[in-house]
T-cell receptor, first 116, second 114 residues
Framework: GAGVSQSPSNKVTEKGKDVELRCDPISGHTALYWYRQRLGQGLEFLIYFQGNSAPDKSGLPSDRFSAERTGESVSTLTIQRTQQEDSAVYLC??????????????FGEGSRLTVL | GQNIDQPTEMTATEGAIVQINCTYQTSGFNGLFWYQQHAGEAPTFLSYNVLDGLEEKGRFSSFLSRSKGYSYLLLKELQMKDSASYLCAVRDRNSGAGSYQLTFGKGTKLSVIP
């Protein structure tokens, strides 16, 4: 597709279950970001992938969170043993490159996670 | 890391001009972005500044002063559809990790009233 695609768009799960969120970036974009946005709050950085470099995981809130990316394509964000505080919209964004004069991020529509 | 501050909420009248300020502290500045986010939607790109000065794009302008760690977004001829959150984001060159992390402020919720 032409834009960043995320799935599922909505996910309701029970506390303690594992969830997997998927992001399909724009073709050719080497940079991929995951952010978390709680209701009424700003965007919280989680993790950043740039090409084949080691990802910047400095924003992951706990070891229950992990993310993978295969080359410059699909990324998955996994949350294990979900807690109610994990309820948020998880936004994925991709960018043509990590640096340079224009590193505009293109966002997906997000995956809304609700942990009961 | 970064510390990005912007007002939580602002209200302005249709047809008026509004300025949304953003201050930041970072060790490896590599650009400042403004994004617009309507309720329930994904953020969309508005502007980018890496050098000092004013960048104008239609009704929207963005200003940067790197020495002061300061930026503003100026919206002219406000329209009702401009009611949204405006997010200031700073890109930091984390030389240790070899990455360009983009950190967002908490956003300014702008309400445009008739």
């Amino acid at each position: 597709g032409a834009g960043v695609s995320q799935s599922p768009s909505n996910k309701v799960t029970e506390k303690g279950k594992d969830v997997e969120l998927r992001c399909d970036p724009i073709s050719g974009h080497t940079a991929l970001y995951w952010y978390r946005q709680r209701l009424g709050q700003g965007l919280e950085f989680l993790i950043y992938f740039q090409g084949n470099s080691a990802p910047d995981k400095s924003g992951l809130p706990s070891d229950r969170f992990s993310a993978e990316r295969t080359g410059e394509s699909v990324s998955t964000l996994t949350i294990q043993r979900t807690q109610q505080e994990d309820s948020a919209v998880y936004l994925c964004a991709s960018s043509p490159g990590g640096g340079g004069l224009l590193g505009e991020l293109f966002f997906g529509e997000g995956s809304r996670l609700t942990v009961l | 890391g970064q510390n990005i501050d912007q007002p939580t909420e602002m209200t302005a009248t249709e047809g008026a001009i509004v300025q949304i300020n953003c201050t930041y502290q970072t060790s490896g500045f590599n650009g400042l972005f403004w994004y617009q986010q309507h309720a329930g939607e994904a953020p969309t790109f508005l502007s980018y500044n890496v050098l000092d000065g004013l960048e104008e794009k239609g009704r929207f302008s963005s200003f940067l002063s790197r020495s002061k760690g300061y930026s503003y977004l100026l919206l002219k001829e406000l329209q009702m559809k401009d009611s949204a959150s405006y997010l200031c984001a700073v890109r930091d060159r984390n030389s240790g990790a070899g990455s360009y992390q983009l950190t967002f402020g908490k956003g300014t919720k702008l309400s445009v009233i008739p």
